[in-house]
């Protein structure tokens, strides 16, 4: 089973930024999809952001203009560049990968934006 490990979380000023990694034990580019989650407490676990094999992206409405999904297939990564932090962005983090009918899970890493 693909194993996928999360990394990059920690504590933030408001504005801050801040980038999260996602290291594959596979080939991350023969994945279909690979997206970020995350969920506060007490909340239901939302979308962040999602890439295809084709290069599309598509953000939570919350998120737009200050997050960016990429990959680096070479190193077996994705990235969740992150920038204008808000409070409310805290958060764990997970990192999610999708081929065929299999679907995958990192442990998560914890992010917190405070003053």
């Known amino acids: 089973q693909v194993q996928l490990v999360e990394s990059g979380g920690g504590l933030v000023q408001p504005g801050g930024s801040l980038r999260l990694s996602c290291a594959a034990s596979?080939?991350?580019?023969?994945?279909?999809?690979v997206r970020w989650y995350r969920q506060a407490p007490g909340k239901q676990r939302e979308l962040v952001a999602a890439?295809?094999?084709?290069?599309?992206?598509n953000y939570g409405a919350s998120v737009k203009g200050r997050f960016t999904i990429s990959r680096d297939d070479t190193q077996n990564r994705v990235y969740l560049q992150m920038s204008s932090l808000k409070p409310e962005d805290t958060a764990v983090y997970y990192c999610?990968?999708?081929?065929?009918?299999?679907?995958?899970w990192g442990q998560g890493t914890q992010v917190t934006v405070s003053s």
């Open positions: 596979g080939s991350i580019f023969s994945m279909d999809v």
């Open positions: 890439m295809i094999r084709a290069g599309t992206t």
């Open positions: 999610n990968a999708a081929r065929g009918v299999s679907n995958y």
